[in-house]
């Protein structure tokens, strides 16, 4: 098997995000752009319109090409998305030295802004491959662990917890009414959310579920944007687990 065979063999866009496949050398005329030039256009309009706002004819409009020129710089949408999602991981954040559980706590509240700054990464799939900026990221928060001395498979569990719960509060936060909305919203909102807790209070004790009906009160319920403390528990949970589970 040739060079060239195990490169059609890797997922779309992996060898190109790693500069390996550069569009000089696909078939055709030079180029008159440059992939960068690409990517920032569907970077554009993924911040607008989020990762479904991100079409090849529209790219193609964009920079000014027709959408079948377009193809001489990036081989499919798949792997316009893996260059476009590389791109907007940009550099990890840097990690305090000497305390593992500091740098973890850091690194999981830098991916949640991350998310929050680019909402439309929470829907880049997540079976796509290792590219350069989210393999730096994994490197950094790797190294800030290493003094546990966890196996490689319990250091990638570590990180697949740390990065869910990244995801996760993001994804409510992005869900959340904003300000403007709820101003153009029900004007009696607080009058409505003591509505559906009468409502759900009384069907909940009705079945028994006394328990879910006694969290109802809590302020976190219905509230209009989840709170800020709410990731930072469940944060300090998971790296107390994680430091419980190194300190056995």
């Given at each position: 098997m040739t060079e060239d065979d195990d490169l059609e063999s890797l997922p779309p866009g992996l060898a190109a995000a790693w500069?390996?496949?550069?569009?000089?050398?696909?078939?055709?005329?030079?180029?008159?752009?440059?992939?960068?030039e690409v990517i920032e256009v569907a970077a554009g309009l993924a911040d607008a319109e989020g990762l479904a706002g991100v079409s090849l004819p529209?790219?193609?409009?964009?920079?000014?090409v027709t959408a079948n020129a377009l193809y001489r710089y990036v081989s499919s949408k798949d792997e316009l998305v893996v260059?476009?999602?590389?791109?907007?991981w940009g550099d990890p954040p840097?990690?305090?030295d000497g305390e593992w559980r500091e740098a973890a706590a850091v690194w999981a509240r830098r991916l949640f802004e991350r998310f929050g700054e680019r909402p439309?990464?929470?829907d880049v799939p997540t079976?796509?491959?290792?590219?350069?900026?989210?393999?730096?990221?994994?490197?950094?928060?790797?190294?800030?662990?290493?003094p546990t001395r966890m196996p490689a498979h319990e250091l990638l569990d570590c990180a697949y917890l740390l990065d869910s719960h990244a995801r996760y509060g993001a994804n409510l936060r992005r869900n959340a009414p904003t300000p403007a909305a709820l101003r153009r919203g029900n004007p009696r909102r607080a009058e409505a959310s003591r509505?559906?807790?009468?409502?759900?209070?009384?069907r909940l004790r009705?079945?028994?579920?006394?328990?879910?009906?006694?969290?109802?009160?809590?302020?976190?319920?219905?509230?209009?944007?989840?709170s800020v403390d709410g990731f930072e528990f469940g944060l300090a949970r998971i790296l107390d687990g994680i430091e419980a589970h190194v300190g056995r």
């Open positions: 500069g390996v496949v550069a569009p000089e050398g696909r078939r055709g005329p030079k180029p008159a752009h440059t992939v960068d529209k790219v193609a409009a964009r920079v000014g260059l476009l999602a590389d791109r907007a840097a990690l305090p439309w990464l929470l079976t796509v491959p290792l590219t350069p900026h989210n393999a730096a990221w994994l490197d950094a928060l790797l190294a800030a662990l290493a509505a559906v807790r009468g409502f759900l209070d009384d009705d079945r028994g579920l006394d328990a879910a009906a006694d969290v109802l009160g809590d302020p976190v319920f219905l509230a209009d944007e989840p």
